[in-house]
C-alpha cells in the first residue's frame, strides 16, 4: 500500500509529539504555551536539522571546493525553492533572506523606499501595524521629507476601507499593510487593499509575519510587490526570514547591505553588483536558520494544513465563547475574520499582574502593548493580556487557563 | 531603630518559608493589597514613574531627619514590591538609603522573575526613592 505522505486525520496529541518543548514542566506543572503569536513552538525536525548542520557538515557556503562546503550550500540553495514553493512566488529568485520581518522592512524602506520615496510624498500604513511595519517608514519619511498616513480601524479592530480611496491620493506611493495584526488577531482585507492601490500604480508591502504561521499564502494570487515575514513564528528558527519582492522591482533596486557575496566585481574604481538576490545578501549568510527555515517548511508539508486551521478555528471560537462569559473581561478585537489570537483586558485588573498569576501556573501568555502601542492608544487602554493558539494548542489546555484566569481575577479584583 | 540591613534580613527569612515561585508570587500579592492606597491629591504626574506594564506614584516626606516613602501603583504586584522596598527604606536617614546596596531583591529570589522591564521599573524606583533622599540630605545641609 501506498504511504500517504500527509498525515490523513488531523490529530492533536500525535502532533504535539513533535514539538518536544511541550512535555516541559516550568515549576514543575505542565507547559500550557499561549503565546505563539510571539514566537511559536519548533518541531523535533527544524532542532535535529540545526544540530545535523553543525555535526555534520558545517561549513561556509559558495567559498569552499571541499566535501563540507558543497554539502552545506546544497543544503543552503535548496532552501530558496523551498521558501518560493511556501508562499507560491514565481521565481526563487525572488526570495531574499534576511534575519526576519523586521528586517525585511528595513531592507524594503532603506532600498525600494530610498530610491523612490521623494519630499511630499505619502506612506500608507495601517492602524494595527506592529512597530516594525511602522518605523522604519518613520525613518524613511524623516529622511526624504515625506509624510505616513494611516488607514484607520473601528471598535471591533477592522480596517475601515471608506476613506482608501481618498487616502490612495496621488501623493501616495506606497502602502505597508500586515496580513494578520499581531495584537488583535484581525486579519485584513489585503487583496482587496493591493487590488485598490495597484489601480492608482502603487506598490505593496505585506506583513506577513503572523498572517504564514495560520494561512497558506499565495504571493501571486494576492498580487503583492512585496512580502515579508519570519521563520521563527512558523515553526522555523529565529534569525532567519525572508523578503519576497516582485523580481523586476527587485533588479532595479540599490543593494542593501555592502560587502562580499553581493559582489559580481570589487575594485576601488568601482564595483558592481551580484545577481537578484545575491545583491541584497551580503556577508555570510545564517546558513544553520536558512537550512533549519527549510526543514520547518518540509514540516508543513507533512501535516495537514487545512485539519490545522479547523483545530486553531475551534480553539478561537472555545475560547472566545469562555471568555466572553466572564463578566469583567473584555475582548480587545472581535473582527469577524480572525486569526487564533486573543487580546482582551480585565476590568480593574493589571494586565501584567494575570500574566504573572497564570505563569505561576505554567500558563505562558503575553501582557502589554505587543509592539503595537498606536493600537492601545485607540482603544484607550495600556495592554492587553494576548492568549495566541497554534494548531498543537488544545482544548483542555483552554479549559485550565480559562479557570486560572477567574481564580487570578477573584485574587487580584479590588 | 532597626537597620536596613536587618530589615532586609528579616525579610529574606519570611521569605525562606516560601519555595515555589506561586507562593512568593502569592505573599508579595498579599503585602501588595494590604499597602495603604495613595490619596488622590499625590497621584500626580509629577510623582508618577512610568514602566512599560505598570506605574508607580512615589512621594516622600522628612521629619527629624527621617524619610518616610508613600507609594502605590496599577499593579497589586508593583504594590507588593514597592512595599518591600517600603518596609526596607522608610523611616531611614537619608544618609542610611543614599548609601545602601539593597542586596535581598536578589536574595528573595524575585529577580529572576522579573521581565528586563519589569527589571528596570524596580531599578527605577530604587533610583527615585535614593534621589528623595539625597534631595533631603542637601534641605539639611
Ligand atoms: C505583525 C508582525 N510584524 C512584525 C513582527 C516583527 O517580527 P520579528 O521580530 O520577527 O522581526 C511581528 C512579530 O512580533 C509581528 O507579529
Redesign the interface.
Known sequence: MEQPLVKNAFDVLEVRKDFPILSELP?GKPLVYFDNAATSQKPQVVIDALVNYYTHYNANVHRGVHFLSQKASDAFDGVREKVRGFINAASEREIIFVRGTTEGVNLVAATYGRKNIRQGDTILVSAMEHHANIVPWQLLCEEKGARLNVIPMNDQGELVLDTLDKLLNDNCKFVAVSHTANSLGTINPIKEIIAKSHSKNIPVLVDGAQAVAHDEVDVQDLDCDFFVFSAHKMLGPTGIGAVYGKLHLLEEMPPYHGGGEMIKSVSFKGTTWNDVPYKFEAGTPNIADVIAMGAAIDYWNTIDRSGAHEQEAELLNYCTTLLADIPSVRIIGTAKNKASVISFIVDKV????VG??L???GIAVR???HCAEPVMDWFGI??TIRASFMFYNTKEEIDFFIEQLKKAIQ??A? | MRTISEIENEIIDDFALFD???EK??YI?EIG?KLKPLAVEFKIDENKIKG???SVWLTANENNGIIEFFADS?????KGEIALLMEVLSNQSPEAIVNTELGFIDQIGLRS?MAQ??ANGLAAMIKQMKLYAVGFQHKNV
Open positions: 515549576y493589571n494586565a501584567m499582574d504573572m498569576f505563569d505561576t501556573k501582557t502589554g502593548q495600556p495592554g485574587l487580584l479590588v | 515555589t515561585w506561586e508570587y502569592q500579592i493589597q512599560c506594564q505598570s496599577d499593579s497589586v504586584f508593583v522573575h522591564t519589569r
